[in-house]
């Protein structure tokens, strides 16, 4: 991630490090925006997952980690990330 929380790109965690930004691969974004992202990768192959289109499409669409310290600060976050 840069210094405005943009994820810059998506790797398998193989434990290499001390410290490393894991996901929790819970998405907050426009309904429109994941079925185009389900039929991409679609298109490419019955066998990836959702983390395999997002990890094509990083450099075009703005995709921002934030923080999660327990399910009620992910709530919170959801809560404010939908109001932009």
Do not use: H, P
């Not at 193989?14 to 994941?34: C, H, I, N, P, Q």
């Not at 997952?49 to 997002?54: A, I, M």
């Amino acid at each position: 991630m840069d210094k405005d929380k943009r994820v810059l790109s998506i790797d398998k965690n193989r434990g290499k490090y001390k410290t490393r930004s894991v996901s929790l691969e819970a998405y907050v974004m426009r309904k429109d925006l994941f079925i185009t992202l389900v039929k991409t990768g679609a298109e490419i192959s019955s066998l990836y997952w959702f983390k395999d289109v997002l990890r094509e499409v990083v450099n075009e669409v703005d995709i921002r980690g934030y923080a999660v310290k327990g399910i009620c600060c992910m709530y919170q976050q959801s809560k404010r990330i939908l109001s932009y």
